[in-house]
C-alpha cells in the first residue's frame, strides 16, 4: 500500500514539474494575435456578411427576370338612391373583377445580364475593402506586437542589470566596510541601484501596457502577459506585383462602363407581353358567362429626352478621367514611400555594425572594471559610467532593432 502511494506521489510530483516546465516556456506568437483579430473583428464580420447580402441581391434579379404572377381583385357598388348617384352608364351600377395576370418583358435580357454585372462589381468592391480592413488590421496587430516586444526585451534587459548591481552592491559594502572605499562611494553606487530598480518597476508598467493595448486590438479578453516569441518579419526585394492598392481605381472604372451600359439599355425599346384571365362583371347583362382570358403586349420606344444621355456620359467620362489622376498620384505615392522605406532600412542595417561594436567594448570595460573593483583599483564613479555607457549602447541596439521590424512591416504592407 505504502508503496502505491509513493508512486503516485512521484507521478503527481513529475506531472507538475511538466506543467511548470511547459508554463514557462509558454510563449505566444504573432499568429496568435493575428488569428484571435481576425476572429473577433467586427468589420470583417460586416463584410462578410455584406458579400452574403449581395449574393441573394444577384437572385433576386434573377428572380425578376422570370415571367410575374399576380392575382388581383377589384369590386365596386354605385348605388342610386332616389334618382341622386352616379351615372349608371359611365360606373354601370356596380362591377366586380378576380383575375390571374401574367407579364414578361422580352427585351429584359440585356437588362438582367447587365444588372448582374454591376451586381458583380460591387461584391469585388466589398471584397476589396474586406481584404484592405484584413491588411490595415494586420498592420496595427504587428506593429503593437513589435512595441510589446521591445517592451518585454526592455525588461529583461533591465533585470539583468539590476542583477549585477545587487550582485557589486554586496561587494561594493564589504570593501566599504574594510575601508576600501569611502562612504560616499558607496551611497553613489546604492543610489544608482534604486534608479535603477524604478526603471525596471516602469519598464514593467509599460509591458503591461503595452500587451493589454495588444489584447484589446485583437478583441481579447485575457489579461495575462505570457512571454512573446520574436517577431519573424521577412523583408521582400522584389518590386509590388500587379498592385492591391490600385484594384479599387480599376473597380470604379469597370462599374463606371456599367453604368454606361445601363444608360444605353434605358434608350433601348421596351417590348412586353402579358396575360391574364379569370371574372371581370357589371353584372348588367349575363354576369355567369364573364368568365374570360385576355393577352396583349407593351411596346416603349424613346425618341426624345432633351440630350440627356449625352450628358450623363460625359459626367461618367469626368468620373473616370477622375480616378485615372486619384490612380496615377496614389502610384507615385506608392512608389515613393517603398523607395523611402528602403533608403531607411540600409541606413538601419548599417548601424548594427557600430552599434555591436560600441556593446562589446561597453561590456568588455565592465568586466575589467568589476576586476578592478574588486581590488579597489578604480573609482565607483568610473565604473557606473562604464554601467551607463553599457546600458545605452544595449538601449540604442533594441531601439535600432525595433525601427527596423516596423520599417519591415510597412514595407510589407504598402508592398501589397
Known amino acids: 500500500m505504502r508503496i502505491t502511494q509513493r508512486f503516485l506521489f512521484l507521478c503527481c510530483l513529475m506531472l507538475v514539474q511538466t506543467l ?42 434573377l428572380a425578376a427576370a422570370k415571367p410575374q404572377v399576380t392575382a388581383s ?30 407579364n414578361y418583358d422580352l427585351s429584359n435580357k440585356r437588362r438582367i445580364k447587365n444588372q448582374l454585372e454591376g451586381i458583380k462589381l460591387q461584391s469585388d468592391s466589398v471584397q476589396y475593402a474586406g481584404a484592405l480592413s484584413l491588411f490595415d488590421l494586420k498592420k496595427s496587430i504587428t506593429d503593437q506586437y513589435i512595441t510589446v516586444y521591445a517592451s518585454q526585451q526592455q525588461v ?28 560616499s562611494e558607496y551611497l553613489t553606487f546604492l543610489v544608482t541601484l534604486q534608479q535603477q530598480e524604478l526603471s525596471l518597476k516602469q519598464a514593467e508598467l509599460q509591458y503591461q501596457n503595452d500587451y493589454a493595448t495588444l489584447g484589446y486590438l485583437a478583441g481579447l479578453t485575457d489579461t495575462s502577459t505570457i512571454p512573446l516569441a520574436e517577431p519573424q518579419l521577412a523583408y521582400p526585394v522584389s518590386q509590388p506585383t500587379k498592385g492591391f492598392f490600385t484594384k479599387r481605381y480599376d473597380i470604379d472604372s469597370l462599374k463606371n462602363v456599367n453604368q454606361k451600359s445601363t444608360i444605353a439599355l434605358n434608350y433601348r425599346p421596351k417590348f412586353g407581353v402579358y396575360a391574364n384571365s379569370g371574372y371581370n362583371s357589371s353584372f348588367l347583362l349575363q354576369p355567369y358567362k364573364n368568365f374570360g382570358a385576355s ?18 456620359y460625359e459626367k461618367l467620362d ?71 555607457n553599457y546600458m545605452t549602447a544595449a538601449n540604442l541596439f533594441r531601439q535600432t532593432t525595433t525601427n527596423r521590424l516596423k520599417l519591415i512591416n510597412q514595407f510589407n504592407y504598402w508592398n501589397n
Open 318 to 388: 469626368l468620373a473616370t478621367l477622375t480616378s485615372n489622376y486619384y490612380k496615377d498620384f496614389f502610384v507615385r505615392q506608392q512608389q515613393q514611400q517603398l523607395n523611402l522605406i528602403r533608403q531607411q532600412l540600409t541606413a538601419t542595417d548599417q548601424l548594427f555594425g557600430q552599434i555591436n561594436q560600441q556593446i562589446k567594448f561597453a561590456k568588455g570595460l565592465i568586466e575589467v572594471d568589476s576586476k578592478l573593483l574588486r581590488t579597489g583599483d578604480i573609482k565607483v564613479v568610473d565604473y557606473i559610467i562604464a554601467i551607463n
Open 73 to 102: 381583385s377589384a369590386g365596386m357598388y354605385a348605388p342610386i338612391i332616389k334618382g341622386y348617384g352616379y351615372d349608371e352608364v359611365l360606373s354601370n351600377g356596380q362591377s366586380l373583377e378576380a383575375l390571374l395576370n401574367v
Open 156 to 183: 529583461e534587459f533591465n533585470q539583468e542589470v539590476s542583477t549585477l548591481l545587487k550582485k557589486e552592491e554586496a561587494l561594493l559594502k564589504q570593501l566599504t566596510r574594510n575601508n576600501v572605499y569611502k562612504q
Open 295 to 312: 393577352v396583349g403586349f407593351t411596346l416603349s420606344v424613346p425618341i426624345y429626352d432633351g440630350h440627356q444621355r449625352k450628358m450623363q
Open 20 to 61: 511548470t516546465l511547459q508554463a514557462q516556456n509558454a510563449t505566444r506568437n504573432i499568429d496568435y494575435f493575428l488569428g484571435a483579430a481576425t476572429k473577433y473583428s467586427p468589420v470583417l464580420k460586416d463584410y462578410k456578411n455584406q458579400q452574403q447580402s449581395i449574393r441573394i441581391d444577384s437572385l433576386l434579379v
